[in-house]
């Protein structure tokens, strides 16, 4: 009786060995994902690493097994860190790298990443020149955060299409922001053969703007653009209401900045990104982060949006037995901001600016900020 179990107790042990280590590397190599994170650790940018960190953490722990390890390293925004961080990766085998706020760690670390088959998404890294470099040496880039010229073509869309016909003056304050997101509006109207009747600029930080104020009024402008700070802004807006001019004020991302002094009245537009609160896309991700009581500031969200695009793409590379880099572009994921794809340079096919509106303390959607008006009983310089 004995010589007649112990083969089925083999058996049984056998099984169970196969059955473990079958279960096992399904979750640690198949489908399931190792990740490497490179973000500010030190300095002031320190927040904004932690804000990464936090947004892949509350991902992991909403994933089950799904995310198993994630290996930080610190973007010290020098070549030699990012290489150095990228050797780091390359050794322990991650899948993907996420973070890149800085782009000479970026620049650095992509050829090491790429020669080992290891993608990278940026969130932070905003230059045309990287995705273009990307693209010619064939390195694995993706970038979730708006190229540097999306928020001039968003600006130009909104004034050819809701002001079109309207008196406009483009009005900036001299810094290299200002001077160059202005030009690139201006040149892109032209194309379309829309001309401001006002081109001016104003000294920025200064505790009165009467002198821009004067020639508005002369210019006979009633929408008015404005590149420059959200103090500067504001300041223009004020001072403007005081001389009782009409005036609609349009911005770019630099006002989605900490209030300051004068607060910024409400009805002043601006294309910047949207908060994730209003984005119905983000409607479970804000809930998870609320009942963690982690802030969703910042990089928070972009964060947990880039491991949904890799835990997707692992998956899917897992059917087919690919390189996960392979299923990257030219699909379409659906992640907390709102579904993405990827280009051939690694780009967003989105634009991921929208025209927002100051209303009681935050940037809402036009649409939205109607809404609370009507609620409320207030009303809008709109």
């Not at 479970?284 to 793409?313: C, E, H, M, N, T």
């Amino acid at each position: 009786m004995r010589l007649a179990r112990l083969p089925l107790f083999a058996a049984l042990v056998l099984a169970g060995f196969q059955f473990c280590s079958t279960h096992v590397s399904a979750q640690e190599t198949d489908e399931s994902l190792r990740l490497g994170v490179l973000v500010p650790t030190e300095g002031n940018f320190a927040i904004l690493g932690q804000q990464i960190i936090n947004g892949i953490n509350v991902l992991k722990d909403n994933s089950g097994l799904a995310i198993t390890e994630i290996l930080e390293e610190p973007d010290t925004c020098d070549a030699e860190g990012g290489q150095d961080a990228a050797s780091a990766f390359v050794e322990a085998g991650v899948d993907a790298v996420i973070g890149f706020l800085c782009m000479e760690s970026l620049a650095a670390a992509l050829p090491v990443l790429s020669a080992s088959d290891i993608p990278s998404i940026s969130l932070g890294v905003r230059s045309a020149i990287i995705a273009e470099d990307a693209n010619r040496n064939d390195w694995k880039f993706f970038r979730l955060a708006p190229r540097d010229d999306d928020e001039a073509k968003m600006i130009t869309r909104v004034i050819s299409t809701d002001w079109l016909g309207k008196p406009l003056a483009l009005v900036e304050d001299g810094t290299i922001y200002g001077r160059e997101l202005t030009e690139s509006v201006r040149i892109l109207l032209e194309e379309m053969g829309i001309s401001p009747i006002f081109v001016d600029n104003f000294r920025p930080s200064q505790d009165r703007q009467f002198g821009l104020v004067r020639r508005l009024e002369r210019s006979g402008a009633t929408h008015v653009f404005v590149g420059g700070d959200r103090q500067d802004a504001a300041t223009i807006a004020r001072d403007s209401a005081e001389a009782d001019l009409d005036l609609l004020f349009l911005g770019g991302d630099a006002l989605n900045a900490a209030e300051g002094d004068p607060p910024l009245a409400n009805g002043f537009l601006a294309v910047t990104l949207p908060e994730p609160r209003f984005l119905p896309s983000a409607t479970r991700a804000v809930k998870q982060f609320d009942d963690a009581g982690i802030s969703i500031s910042g990089y928070s969200i972009p964060s947990y949006a880039a491991g949904q695009i890799l835990l997707a793409a692992k998956r899917a590379a897992s059917v087919a037995r690919a390189p996960l880099a392979e299923y990257m572009a030219g699909r379409e994921f659906f992640t907390a901001l709102g579904p993405i794809e990827f280009d051939d340079f690694g780009e967003r096919k989105d634009n991921p600016f929208e025209l927002m509106v100051w209303y009681d303390g935050t940037f809402v959607p036009t649409n939205l900020a109607d809404e609370l008006q009507t609620e409320g009983g207030g009303e809008t310089t709109q």
